[in-house]
T-cell receptor, first 117, second 113 residues
Framework: GAVVSQHPSWVICKSGTSVKIECRSLDFQATTMFWYRQFPKQSLMLMATSNEGSKATYEQGVEKDKFLINHASLTLSTLTVTSAHPEDSSFYIC?????????????FGPGTRLTVL | AQSVTQLDSHVSVSEGTPVLLRCNYSSSYSPSLFWYVQHPNKGLQLLLKYTSAATLVKGINGFEAEFKKSETSFHLTKPSAHMSDAAEYFCVVSDQGGNQFYFGTGTSLTVIP
């Protein structure tokens, strides 16, 4: 199957700093990538849809100035958590959509654990 | 609109016994359906997918699922549970264009030795 990577896998930062998380599709081009947030023992919550070359579409309740998304190329999307606070601590997962003639399949990255002190 | 309902938030089985994780979906169109597994502190791994081909879908690690349109169900089964199957399982439905994916709330599977 296709491979999606995330970097870093785990990051610890001080409150007030900004953290950038990268999501890369390694062997296919993805015009669409999704960013999810997952709290312990809960399902994934879609934060935003990232489309290459255009602004991201944010889900209701997600602050776009807080979670900056950039999809600069067909293989890379970044999520920047600005001025992080302890309540932003979570598991962030990206996915990349590989299009085909029949259906679009979603491939997930391994996730990034963010701990804000 | 598309949605999925995972009927059990937690399932517990003994090792070697069958596994049944239930999923019902709602879709305006002929859906694509997926099952993913997530082990603790890990990313999601695709178990299997249904995309309008054979209604009985075989996946990895001995799992399979049957698409039943009349019951709007896509239940995940495995004949014999293994300790390594203990994880969180998510049922997912995509929209017609495959541009949006809707997650169920997840089912936590515990396997008792």
């Amino acid at each position: 199957g296709a491979v999606v990577s995330q970097h870093p896998s785990w990051v610890i930062c001080k409150s007030g700093t900004s953290v950038k998380i990268e999501c890369r599709s390694l062997d296919f081009q993805a015009t669409t990538m999704f960013w999810y947030r997952q709290f312990p023992k809960q399902s994934l919550m879609l934060m935003a849809t990232s489309n290459e070359g255009s602004k991201a579409t944010y889900e209701q309740g997600v602050e776009k100035d807080k979670f900056l998304i950039n999809h600069a190329s067909l293989t890379l999307s970044t999520l920047t958590v600005t001025s992080a606070h302890p309540e932003d601590s979570s598991f962030y997962i990206c996915s990349a959509v590989r299009p085909s003639n029949y259906y679009n399949e979603q491939f997930f990255g391994p996730g990034t654990r963010l701990t804000v002190l | 609109a598309q949605s999925v309902t995972q009927l059990d938030s937690h399932v517990s089985v003994s090792e070697g016994t069958p596994v049944l994780l239930r999923c019902n979906y709602s879709s305006s169109y002929s859906p694509s359906l997926f099952w993913y597994v997530q082990h603790p502190n890990k990313g999601l791994q695709l178990l299997l997918k249904y995309t309008s081909a054979a209604t009985l879908v075989k996946g990895i690690n001995g799992f399979e699922a049957e698409f039943k349109k009349s019951e709007t169900s896509f239940h995940l089964t495995k004949p014999s549970a293994h300790m390594s199957d203990a994880a969180e399982y998510f049922c997912v439905v995509s929209d017609q264009g495959g541009n949006q994916f809707y997650f169920g709330t997840g089912t936590s599977l515990t396997v008792i030795p």
